[in-house]
């Protein structure tokens, strides 16, 4: 959430003839956007001295989430951004597919909205928002918003700071879009890509770490979501320590990636040589590793699916009082998961890629903590 709290900022800062206006239903604090709300201020009637708050405020706060994104929606001179938790988006996906739709009727008739695209960041996330149960653990805004047309409704799982910034900064230069982010808050979060892998990441919707890897892999990983990419690279080093050649993708942007449903889709999403570079034919093992519902994945990334030797994984309607290694564990994200899934596709027995105590964790016959937890 740095990269969207010093982003946001600089793009204020830059534009002084824009006004800005932040969607805030709750917790702006909580979701670290500390200095967006010291300079902009929550917007009320009468200042409580001492606080962050000004009645010409930039910072609209209020307890529904349909009343906060439409405040920005309305805001159509002006550059805005909407914040909640995860768990709440969906209340306002009337109201951003209203604006969808109206957009989606101008670009079929040649015409393009005049008001800058909106990002709606979607953090305290499914994987780290354990202290209230599954109340607060629901990833289904990002899933509904990946039905939408995908050159309008654009969603994205940034991996880190770099690849946040890129992403805002591909909002900010369209016009008439909803970009959704779906954003860890943590700070542990490891800086993946650098500022130019990153930039090229977003322009294209997708990359491979390596590509001399890629020419030679057994089985490629695919992750989408920050917290995907971590146990993602996890498991590719297991199963490389045990002689599996592996390749390792990340999608920010896995819309791009869909069977195009229209013209304009099909202009907009990768082209066949993007997805063959990414997805060679003849490696059809393939394991996707995915912040979503995996039912919800397997439908759009239909044309990566190679049959019976690909594998989705993701939330598994699993949570409760858990912290994020806990939630991973119990959606079965956890690496040992997923080397556990490579090696049954790769007709490989678990004892060869996981000792005797991760396969029993993993069976439910021991505490994974026991075994996991360093």
């Known amino acids: 959430m740095e990269a969207v709290d010093r982003g946001f900022l600089a793009f204020v800062n830059a534009n002084p003839g824009l006004r800005p206006r932040v969607g805030n239903p709750d917790e702006m604090r909580s979701n670290h956007l500390n200095a967006t709300l010291d300079q902009l201020k929550h917007r009320v009637t009468e200042v409580e001295s001492g606080t962050a708050e000004a009645i010409n405020g930039a910072v609209i706060t209020a307890l529904n989430e349909e009343a906060v994104i439409c405040a920005c929606l309305g805001n159509k001179g002006g550059i805005n951004i909407a914040v909640t938790y995860e768990a709440f988006g ?16 101008l670009f079929s008739r040649g015409r393009q909205a005049g008001w800058l695209s909106v990002p709606v960041i979607l953090t305290s996330n499914t994987y780290e928002n354990g202290k ?8 289904s805004l990002c899933e509904a918003l990946l039905n939408e047309p995908a050159d309008i409704s654009r969603v994205m799982f940034p991996a880190d700071f770099n690849s946040a910034m890129a992403g805002l900064g591909a ?3 369209t016009h008439g879009n909803i970009f959704t982010f779906i954003m ?6 490891t800086d993946i890509f650098s500022k130019s892998s990153a930039e090229h990441l977003v322009e294209q919707g997708g990359i491979t770490f390596d590509q001399a890897k890629l020419d030679n892999a057994e089985v490629i990983l695919t992750a ?5 990419m971590m146990e993602t690279l996890k498991a590719a080093d297991r199963l490389e320590q045990r002689g599996i ?11 791009r990636f869909r069977q195009p449903r229209g013209r304009r889709e099909l202009l907009y999403c990768a082209s066949s040589e993007l997805r063959h570079a990414l997805f060679p034919e003849r490696i059809s093992t393939r394991v996707f590793v995915c912040h979503t519902h995996p039912e919800i994945m397997s439908g759009v990334l ?9 594998v989705f994984l993701g939330y598994t309607n699993h949570g409760g009082t858990l912290d994020t290694a806990g939630m991973l564990f119990v959606n079965r994200l956890s690496w040992a998961h997923i080397v556990r899934v490579s090696a049954h596709s790769l007709h490989l027995s678990p004892s060869e890629v996981l000792e005797v105590a991760e396969i029993d964790a993993l069976e439910g016959r021991v505490n994974p903590q026991s075994v996991f937890v360093e």
């Open 90 to 105: 969906p209340k306002m996906l009337g109201a951003l597919r209203q604006e969808i739709i109206w957009s989606d009727h």
């Open 132 to 139: 209230n149960e599954r109340s607060h653990q629901d990833p």
């Open 171 to 173: 909002c900010y230069r």
């Open 184 to 189: 860890p808050k943590s700070e542990t979060i």
């Open 224 to 228: 989408i979501g920050a917290y995907q």
């Open 245 to 255: 050649k592996v390749a390792v993708n990340y999608l920010i942007e896995p819309g």
């Open 302 to 310: 239909r044309p990566l699916d190679t049959g019976n030797n690909t």
